[in-house]
T-cell receptor, first 106, second 117 residues
Framework: KNEVEQSPQNLTAQEGEFITINCSYS?????LHWLQQHPGGGIVSLFM???GKKKHGRLIATINIQEKHSSLHITASHPRDSAVYIC????????FGAGTRLTVKP | DAGVTQSPTHLIKTRGQQVTLRCSPI?????VSWYQQVLGQGPQFIFQ???????GRGNFPDRFSARQFPNYSSELNVNALLLGDSALYLC????????????????FGPGTRLTVL
């Protein structure tokens, strides 16, 4: 079993919808990262968090340390949000989830 | 400021050959990490270097090696290439390292896509 599990694997939404991507992990961590990967491979770090909640524009990330669970929310989704979203945790090294492929249709 | 740069962008090799991938971190960043991403999967941690010393190693065979230079740039070497080494190799830099509870935002390069025939 992967130490970092993401759900769903694939997600298709209509423009404007509220989107939630979930991440559960089974190891102790010092921080959790949400990453965005566009076709072609480039990865952008969206959030790094170790507690609570962070917000950046239409993106919100939350983490519950006790439940070992994090969520990434996208409000008012847009086709340009289409990408693979990856959850990763710091545990001396980085452990990655398999990613959630999001497609937002106009 | 330039972001993390990697070279080459694409590379085709045959089985048994050796390959060297290069990474230049963001100016001021002392930590470089290497990751392998096989198509359709999340990245896997290979190495982390901080201040020119190896601080972490993932579950990869000894065919994989790396080093960090005084200017904090880094090279990843893979010997005796196998078909299964075909992947996107990502480099990321950060101000501090990952090990021992130190955490910092990772800045990723565009990757080197290696194809082994």
């Amino acid at each position: 079993k992967n130490e970092v599990e993401q759900s769903p694997q694939n997600l298709t939404a209509q423009e404007g919808e509220f989107i939630t991507i979930n991440c559960s992990y089974s190891v102790g961590i010092s921080a959790l990262h949400w990453l965005q990967q566009h076709p072609g491979g480039g990865i952008v770090s969206l959030f790094m968090l170790s507690s609570g909640k962070k917000k950046h524009g239409r993106l919100i990330a939350t983490i519950n340390i006790q439940e070992k669970h994090s969520s990434l929310h996208i409000t008012a989704s847009h086709p340009r949000d289409s990408a693979v979203y990856i959850c990763a945790v710091n545990n001396n090294d980085m452990r990655f989830g398999a990613g959630t492929r999001l497609t937002v249709k106009p | 400021d330039a972001g993390v740069t990697q070279s080459p962008t694409h590379l085709i090799k045959t089985r048994g050959q050796q390959v060297t991938l290069r990474c230049s971190p963001i100016s001021g960043h002392k930590s470089v990490s290497w990751y392998q991403q096989v198509l359709g999967q999340g990245p896997q941690f290979i190495f982390q270097y901080y201040e020119k010393e190896e601080r972490g190693r993932g579950n990869f065979p000894d065919r994989f090696s790396a080093r960090q230079f005084p200017n904090y740039s880094s090279e990843l070497n893979v010997n005796a290439l196998l078909l299964g080494d075909s992947a996107l190799y990502l480099c990321a830099s950060s101000l501090v390292g990952l090990a021992g509870g130190l955490t910092d935002t990772q800045y990723f390069g565009p990757g080197t896509r290696l194809t082994v025939l």
